[in-house]
């Protein structure tokens, strides 16, 4: 069925309940990023396979609403479908509730399936439209009634994920909850987002695709924990242990009655930006609801010594892996046919070869010269590209380990640049240098130190409009909050322990995309009079391509950090490697 024809059908199912738009968002039941693929209704209604992005159709028009990220990917994959692309971050684009509220008459109602969206976003809609009296109606999975040959809800089985790996007992961390539970005064706490409840209770799944999670419900009581799962899922071995530990199993849909049977003097924290409006409404009305952040968010961003040890480890062997995919491509790429597609099967090979790898963190961006421009590019057999000795090559990409979650890009250097390349390629160096290498006091947002990043870029009047970092799980979701790094202002702390990503970039359509990519732990620096100071240390180890850089526009300084970077990656990498492999890397890392 074709796009057009799929919004048709979709518009005759909004007159027969009476609806004058509907809402389609990328979310599953969990709020979660990446959805399995029961949930990919609005890659279905639209064609758009980004991540992210929202869907809102009325009886005469329909509209797209996505960030920067997905800008050139989504003009051609709406072309020709009847859906418009509104730039959601740029200046003057309305919101999509905004829209709605210019272009519905008065007394209109819109609908959306209620099981996928947050509570604060519907809160927040009704505000906006209550001055047009326009209605919700959250009840109807239309979607659900036109997409026949839906995928059913995943079904994997859970696993453990060995304390020796995560540092902490999941006694200890249900423990720590039920200590903020009591000085909160409340006796239950709803957890639904899927990472989350694999960090609280050390366990792991494969119910989405380069994402270690399960699809369950958690509710934690002062005495016990429940887990609402699909009992099919949930091995003998794993239910014994759970069960001893005092969590009781329920089916995935009981989660409902449990909800409407609290009493009058229960209290209950969720997180509105968190959880599903549906759960929210099926909560006893006589049950009081305390609405706070996530307590287990904060507790999981903060990685434990044994979980920093464990990731340091599992960084030098994706270390090993892109080094020996490198060499092979610089080798190999005007000898034989390599295009974007088996370049990126060839690195998931060598992570297949180091202990622990269990599968891609995310599907890997693998962009040949204009390709790169989309900086969510995902290659296909009809449109990939060939790689030539020319050019760069970007490849974004990471893996999930037992001891760990990474995440790199690298833009390789396949062969001769234009002066405006290497100049665009050094701005992100320094990019990336500048952010490495800052002193910042405690206290400091992610928002208050994105300026460095862009500073160089924005010096040549240029920009990349998306954030410079996000927070990495450990062996779970690649996109962890709540710590990142944007223009967007926020009040999210960096804190000793916290993981975040450093990945400036430049992108210009239809000639090149351009992204340096290193992990990074907050730690502490000095403490003197002015409070304690914190600082980054890069623990992603790998070469950026020097053939790239022109030297010329680097400060002593930024050689300096270049140079030890490289030592670092040399000295770390060395002992795994045969001595070839070790030869060249001891030229990629050459001092400039």
Not at 9 to 37: C, G, T, W
Not at 182 to 197: E, M, Q, R, V
Not at 208 to 235: G, M, Q, R, T, W
Request: net charge negative; with cysteine; glycine share 6%.
């Amino acid at each position: 069925m074709k796009i057009r024809d799929k919004v048709e059908k979709l518009r005759q199912l909004m007159k027969e309940n009476q609806m004058d738009a509907y809402i389609i968002p990328s979310f599953d039941a969990h709020q979660s990023e990446y959805v399995a693929e029961h949930w990919k209704s609005r890659q279905w209604i639209s064609g758009f396979t980004g991540s992210a992005g929202t869907v809102v159709i009325t009886l005469e028009d329909a509209g797209l609403w996505t960030d920067g990220r997905y800008y050139i990917q989504a003009e051609k994959q709406l072309e020709n479908s009847g859906i418009r692309l509104f730039r959601m971050v740029d200046p003057g684009v309305p919101s999509y509730t905004e829209w709605l509220e210019d272009v519905l008459k008065e007394g209109s109602t819109v609908g959306f399936d209620g099981s996928i969206f947050l509570i604060e976003m519907v809160k927040a809609m009704e505000k906006a439209l209550k001055t047009k009296r326009i209605e919700l109606k959250m009840e109807q999975d239309l979607i659900d009634e036109l997409w026949e040959d839906r995928p059913e809800m995943p079904k994997s089985s859970i696993f453990v994920h060995d304390v020796k790996y995560a540092g902490k007992s999941r006694v200890e961390k249900l423990n720590e909850v039920r200590a903020e539970l009591k000085s909160k005064g409340a006796n239950y706490y709803i957890l639904t987002s899927l990472d989350d409840i694999a960090w609280l209770l050390n366990i792991r799944g494969a119910d989405v695709p380069n994402n270690p999670i399960a699809i369950a419900n958690v509710i934690v009581a002062e005495h016990k924990c429940y887990l609402f799962i699909d009992s099919c899922k949930v091995p003998s071995e794993v239910k014994l242990e759970l069960e001893a530990e005092g969590i009781e199993l329920k089916v995935y849909h009981e989660i409902l009655p449990f909800l409407q049977s609290l009493k009058s003097g229960d209290a209950i924290i969720l997180d509105t930006n968190k959880t599903n409006i549906s759960l929210y409404n099926a909560i006893n009305n006589n049950t009081k609801k305390m609405e706070c952040p996530n307590i287990t968010t904060k507790l999981k961003a903060i990685k434990n010594e044994v979980e920093i040890e464990n990731l340091r480890w599992c960084e030098k062997k994706d270390g090993v892996a892109m080094v020996k995919f490198i060499k092979w491509l610089k080798n190999f790429v005007d000898k034989e046919e390599i295009t974007e597609i088996s370049a990126e099967e060839i690195l998931e090979d060598f992570r297949r070869q180091q202990d622990g790898f269990v599968e891609p963190s995310f599907d890997t961006i693998a962009g040949y010269k204009e390709h790169a421009a989309m900086m969510h590019y995902k290659a296909n057999k009809e449109t990939q590209y060939t790689l030539m000795n020319e050019g760069f090559f970007l490849i974004d990409s990471g893996g999930q380990y037992f001891d760990g979650t990474t995440d790199i890009t690298r833009t390789i250097v396949l062969g001769n640049l234009t002066e405006e390349e290497k100049r665009d390629f050094t701005l992100v160096l320094k990019g990336i240098i500048a952010l490495s290498s800052v002193k910042f006091l405690h206290g400091a947002t992610g928002s208050n130190l994105d300026v460095l990043a862009r500073q160089p870029i924005w010096q040549y009047g240029l920009d990349y409009k998306c954030g410079t970092g996000h927070g990495v799980g450990f062996f779970l979701n690649v996109h962890e909050g709540p710590q990142r790094i944007n223009k967007i202002p926020d009040k999210i702390k960096l804190e000793k322990g916290m993981i975040i990503t450093n990945e400036p970039g430049i992108y210009l359509e239809g000639k090149y995309g351009i992204r340096i990519e290193n992990m990074m732990l907050v730690d502490e620096d000095e403490k003197t009079e002015f409070g304690q100071f914190m600082k980054f240390e890069s623990i992603t180890y790998c070469p950026i391509d020097l053939a790239g850089i022109n030297k010329d526009m680097l400060t002593e300084s930024e050689k300096q950090w270049l140079n030890n970077y490289h030592k670092e990656v040399y000295t770390k990498l060395a002992p795994y490697l045969d001595e070839e492999e070790k030869v060249w890397l001891r030229e990629e890392t050459r001092e400039i």
